[in-house]
């Protein structure tokens, strides 16, 4: 019995119209890009604000809670009957010192009550914060040093490969300054968080080891502080530099209102660590940017909306990573003992003023003073050349024998005729 060939099932799609189904489906994708990432409407500022603060608060929840269990764990795991520690013996010859103040000393000492003192307005650390911030801004103006300091920190050594060198095209500080406010001062343990809420606070009963106080006021700045910078997009496969797209970025914080908080964290003589100051923003803060983007160099698209979410939400996640709770930003602070290096004021100002000026113009100022001083000596001079012509007006009147000389000549004669007087 002969075999017999199985027909063959023909395609059911012949090339021509497999191209075009796969082009049709490159052209809808590409259409659907420009459309929904390009052309795509944003969604509201209050929209992403909102979502953005619930993200923040789910994150400080979840850590708050893992300090609570880690705190639970280890006061099961302390044994109860511990020998106590050795304490280092103390020198005999200073005075016994007074026991470590704690937060019931502290705010019974300043006369502040916790549950009932009103927030202060702190008008008068609003105008030190200006008058810093303009002279601030005046160094700015006739410095580039803020300039060469943002190019070098934008261009740093990890800057990635398909990016060229970034220029900053504008740089502007704003004209208004940020107003404090609603200041209050709540204590805290040594975590940053707070104790009971809902109960009156009871000093006395704050023995946790590290707890302290902790200042909170609100922040609200309103202004156009703006960063404008110009760069490259490289594509460099599948050879270098097969495509360059220019990009000007302009970003602007508009607005930015929060609840800052600020806290001293003691020296500790054991671990030479000197006194610090923390301060974080919590997570109810409200910061507002204008993005402005521009792509190309013949055919440019303006202000592209992805671009402005992905640039704002690379910049929130930067400020939340460095100084919003619960990661807090630490500055130590310098010794404030009284020290003679550290003195100014009185003859140390006029010296300083002898070294601030230059080589010539000191010169200008010695040679005044000379002049000053010849001018004084010519007029002394003359002074005293008068005094003598008065004096010798008021001499006597020569006598008759005065005037004639032993020779017998008088004053006035000929040469060589004498005057025999009579004998």
Known sequence: MADVCPARSEPTLSFTQGLILGQLSVVLLIAAFIKFFI???????????????TERRSRTLAHKKSLLTLRTTAARQTAPGQPPTLNKKKSSILRPS????????????????????????????????????AQFRSDAQHDDAILTSLTKALNGSTRPDFL??????????????????????IPVDEDGLNFDHGKAFNANTTTREGARLQARMDVDLS?????????????????????????????????????????????????????????????????????RSLLGSRSRLQDVPKIAQLVESRLHRWFDERCVEPRFQEIALP??????????GGDEI????????????????????????????EAEADARADRVHESLRFRRRPKAEDVFSVSGSMPGSMPGIGFDGPT
């Open 98 to 133: 007074p026991p470590t103040l704690t937060i019931a000393s502290i705010l019974s000492k300043t006369y502040y009550k916790v549950d009932s003192h009103q927030p202060e307005s702190l008008d008068w650390f609003n105008v030190l914060v200006a008058q810093t911030i």
């Open 39 to 53: 052309f795509g409407d944003p969604p509201s500022p209050e929209v992403t604000a909102a979502l953005r603060a």
């Open 350 to 377: 006029i010296v300083d003023m002898e070294r601030s000026m230059s080589k010539a113009k000191g010169a200008d100022i010695a040679k005044d003073l000379r002049e000053e001083a010849r001018k004084e000596i």
């Open 223 to 291: 202004d156009m502080i703006t960063l404008a910078l110009e760069t490259k997009m490289l594509l460099n496969y599948p050879k270098r530099l097969s495509a360059v797209l220019p990009v000007a970025l302009a970003v602007s914080v508009v607005r930015f209102s929060g609840t800052l908080s600020i806290s001293f964290i003691p020296s500790n003589p054991s671990e030479n660590t000197p006194t610090k100051m923390a301060f974080t923003f919590l997570d109810d803060y409200r910061l507002d940017f204008s993005i």
């Open 164 to 185: 060229d060198e970034i220029r900053v095209t504008e740089l502007t500080l704003g004209e208004d300054f940020p107003i404090f406010s609603n200041c209050r001062i």
């Open 335 to 344: 010794s404030m003992w009284p020290r003679k290096k550290n003195t100014r």
